[in-house]
């Protein structure tokens, strides 16, 4: 199947600092990417979807100035957490869907646990 | 997307059939049917979907009720590996793509 890759795998930044959270379809072109946030014991929640060429759509709640989202090509997309503080701790999760018709499967990446000092 | 119910919890003994239900009691005539399953600190997998017949694949099976409104996800011979979150998920093959993700069922392999 399908790869997406993200980078770093964890990090653990000070408060105030801006952390960049990459992620990568490896051997698939996506033109629409999707962050998730996950809080322990918690399930996924949608933040936003990224769109290659466009701006990004931000769910209802998430701040855009926050988290920025960039679609730089067809197969990367970044999310920025700016100015971070400890209750943005999480773990930050983006998936890139392969559409086969009428069916589409979406591709996870293994994750990035951001830990906020 | 329709929503989903799923037991919070279930338990298997290793090597036993584990079978999550799913209701999706609304769902509409062109969503699909989706199980993904999130082991501890990983992204979600894609496991199995399904519109209206039931389906196997070299993970699990997946059986649909005539009428829709609920799914079980079969895992034949569930090994310690098994053990993860499993999300049930109505989709529309119109929709972009994003998924909506419940609570799912922590499934616990156990020897």
């Known amino acids: 199947g399908a790869v997406v890759s993200q980078h770093p795998s964890w990090v653990i930044c000070k408060s105030g600092t801006s952390v960049k959270i990459e992620c990568r379809s490896l051997?698939?072109?996506?033109?629409?990417m999707f962050w998730y946030r996950q809080f322990p014991k918690q399930s996924l929640m949608l933040m936003a979807t990224?769109?290659?060429?466009?701006?990004?759509?931000?769910e209802q709640g998430v701040e855009k100035d926050k988290f920025l989202i960039n679609h730089a090509s067809l197969t990367l997309s970044t999310l920025t957490v700016t100015s971070a503080h400890p209750e943005d701790s999480s773990f930050y999760i983006c998936?890139?869907?392969?559409?086969?018709?009428?069916?589409?499967?979406?591709?996870f990446g293994p994750g990035t646990r951001l830990t906020v000092l | 997307d329709a929503k989903t119910t799923q037991p919070t919890s279930m338990d298997c003994a290793e090597g036993r059939a584990a079978n999550l239900p799913c209701n999706h009691s609304?769902?509409?005539?062109?969503?699909?049917v989706y199980w993904y399953r999130q082991i501890h600190s990983q992204g979600p997998q894609y496991i199995i979907h399904?519109?209206?017949n039931n389906e196997t694949n070299e993970m699990a099976s997946l059986i649909i009720t005539e009428d829709r409104k609920s799914s079980t996800l079969i895992l034949p011979h569930a090994t310690l590996r098994d053990t993860a979150v499993y999300y049930c998920?109505?989709?529309?093959?119109?929709?972009?793509?994003?998924?909506?993700f419940g609570q799912g069922t922590t499934l616990q392999v156990k020897p």
């Open positions: 998920i109505a989709h529309g093959s119109s929709n972009t793509g994003k998924l909506i």
């Open positions: 399904g519109l209206k």
């Open positions: 609304t769902i509409s005539g062109n969503e699909y």
């Open positions: 990224s769109n290659e060429g466009s701006k990004a759509t931000y």
């Open positions: 051997d698939f072109q996506a033109t629409t």
């Open positions: 998936s890139a869907p392969w559409f086969a018709g009428k069916i589409n499967e979406q591709f």
